[in-house]
């Protein structure tokens, strides 16, 4: 009897250390092994541009335009440089937004204007050669749509608002008569050079742009864009003669300044890490 009741114990203390074990256990089975999400850009970025410009300017204006009677302008700007920075952030797989601010280098106006006068109860003709400097200081705010992914290279549209400082330096009027092509010689006109000190102008500003985009690592993305903006009229000071004469306010006014931008760009995201996001809609490669 006494050995039975010894082996009651033992079982009955095996069972409860084994009850006891079982319920250290967790009652569920773990989580299957997930794979870890694909990557998605969403979150802050920041960026850097450089490029060129390609400019033109609708026409130029100056109070005394009233005593020509009639007038053609050629005006052409060198191309200059472009140098951005900025910041963003990607909302989602199609739509980012950011902030840029960017220096246009000084580019060159060569312009010539034919025009005929009445001087001395004569009509005479004449030309005149402008040569000035511009550049500008351009604040966009940008909204981008992607356009999808093909072989990792995204195409996009965009559009942006802002500001444009417009600085006008080093413009010098030459007067030039008798030599004009297709006009007659010029009686009682002398040629003259007058020039107007440097002036900038606050405007309002507007770009499009469209372009394409390659993401070389998940925290680096290259662009190539193409831009048109809209940057406003720049002026002079008034114009003086050589022998700093000025009778009448008379700056030159540089009216409807467009420039079509080429730019190379590239993105680095400050949040490189996996979040859980729609893919998009078309993705190879």
């Known amino acids: 009897m006494r050995s039975l009741k010894h082996l009651i114990a033992a079982t009955a203390a095996s069972l409860l250390s084994t009850a006891v074990m079982a319920a250290d256990l967790p009652i569920d089975p773990p989580p299957a092994y997930a794979p870890p999400p694909a990557f998605d850009p969403s979150g802050w970025y920041l960026r850097g541009d450089i490029g060129f410009s390609n400019q033109s300017v609708k026409r130029l204006e100056n109070a005394l335009d009233s005593t020509l009677l009639t007038q053609s302008q050629t005006l052409d700007f060198n191309t200059a440089g472009i140098f951005g920075i900025g910041v963003g952030y990607q909302v989602n797989n199609w739509f980012r937004a950011d902030l840029t601010g ?13 025009n005929t006068f009445s001087y001395g109860g004569f009509v005479h ?3 005149d050669k402008y040569t000035a400097d511009k550049s500008e200081w351009l604040v966009l705010a940008n909204a981008y749509v992607d356009l999808g992914t093909w072989w990792s290279v995204t195409p996009f549209i965009g559009a942006g608002v802002g500001a444009a400082r417009v600085s006008v330096s080093n413009f010098i009027d030459q007067g030039l008569t008798d030599a004009v092509p297709g006009f007659p010689a010029t009686y009682g006109a002398t040629p003259g050079t007058a020039y107007a000190a440097a002036a900038s102008r606050w405007n309002f500003a507007w770009a499009a742009h469209a372009g394409l985009a390659y993401r070389v690592t998940p925290s680096l993305t290259m662009e190539l864009a193409y831009r048109y903006v809209d940057l406003g009229d720049g002026a002079t000071a008034d114009i003086v003669t050589y022998q700093g004469t000025n009778n009448v306010v008379n700056p030159m006014t540089f009216k409807h300044i467009t420039s079509q931008d080429l730019k190379l760009g590239v993105r680095w995201s400050l949040d490189p890490t996996p979040v859980y996001a729609p893919r998009p809609l078309i993705t190879k490669g």
């Open 125 to 127: 003709s004449g030309a």
């Open 102 to 114: 960017e220096y246009r280098g000084k580019s060159t106006l060569n312009g010539l204007e034919l």
